[in-house]
Nanobody, 124 residues
Framework: HVQLVESGGGSVQAGGSLRLSCAAS?????????MAWFRQAPGKQRERVAS???????MYADSEKGRFTISKDSAKNTLYLQMDSLKPEDTAMYYC??????????????????WGQGTQVTVS
């Protein structure tokens, strides 16, 4: 079992920044497992924003490249998402998720086994 707890959401004006955190714990957690940030806006499907897997390989959705940075502090078992130059269209509930593979980070949210409770990001 893995527990994921997000924090760091909030309200910010367009052009501002936020940093989301996701603390991972549990006997099944491994530092090099694929972890990802997803978001879901009202009436829209959950979409992957960024992911990170073994050896720090990162992937970003096209609309987030250059604005968002995913990183991980292995010593703290914590995943981060630094979000800069925020836009109103970034408004959504943000979730961290874990897929128990060292080599693959699926694009579809249905593949992920473990999820956090979500943290709201509102950009006005």
């Amino acid at each position: 079992h893995v527990q994921l707890v997000e924090s760091g959401g909030g309200s910010v004006q367009a052009g501002g920044s936020l940093r989301l955190s996701c603390a991972a714990s549990g006997p099944a957690y491994r530092n090099d497992y694929c972890m990802a940030w997803f978001r879901q806006a009202p009436g829209k499907q959950r979409e992957r924003v960024a992911s990170i897997k073994r050896v720090g390989t990162t992937m970003y959705a096209d609309s987030e490249k250059g604005r968002f940075t995913i990183s991980k502090d292995s010593a703290k078992n914590t995943l981060y998402l630094q979000m800069d130059s925020l836009k109103p269209e970034d408004t959504a509930m943000y979730y961290c998720a874990l897929y128990d593979s060292f080599f693959v980070c699926p694009l579809d949210h249905q593949s992920y086994t473990y999820w956090g409770q979500g943290t709201q990001v509102t950009v006005s």
